[in-house]
């Protein structure tokens, strides 16, 4: 399963998605993995949430990154959810193009068994209807 956090710049969308995680990582018996473009909220992730910064591996499209979260999954199986945050950048796309990409984390998620909530800067409108059920929240 996917969840996806949207709404455009500044409105919140990962101070949501930490307030997530941190609530998740106490009421869960699995680990909690949130990757983000860099290492600045490390101080408000749980300490239980294990932070990765995508930048310091090579991750550059979304290919590079389902396969790095295959491998993750793959090396570690008390892996219950992920969240990303910023996924736009991550993959280097539009939001326009983001349908695809979503479509292929879905697959993903339930052939791995493993929930993603994913935040993206972009409006919920961008996405087809048999889509919609997957927005968790839009700020």
Do not use: W
Request: proline share 2%; aromatic share 6%; glycine share 6%.
């Amino acid at each position: 399963m996917i969840k996806l956090v949207l709404g455009s710049k500044g409105k919140g969308k990962t101070k949501y998605m930490i307030d997530t995680a941190n609530a998740e990582a106490k009421e869960s018996d699995g680990l909690v993995i949130y990757i983000d473009k860099n290492s600045e909220h490390m101080f408000q992730l749980d300490r239980q949430i294990r932070l990765i910064n995508v930048k310091e591996y090579p991750v550059n499209d979304l290919d590079s990154l389902m396969g790095f979260l295959c491998g993750l999954i793959a090396g570690n199986g008390d892996i219950v959810s992920i969240y990303l945050d910023s996924f736009l950048i991550l993959c280097e796309i539009e939001k326009e193009e983001a349908v695809e990409p979503l479509r292929k984390m879905l697959v993903l998620s339930e052939k791995l068994g493993v929930e993603f909530t994913i935040s993206a800067s972009m409006e919920e409108d961008l996405l087809p209807e048999d889509f919609k059920q997957h927005i968790h929240i839009a700020l």
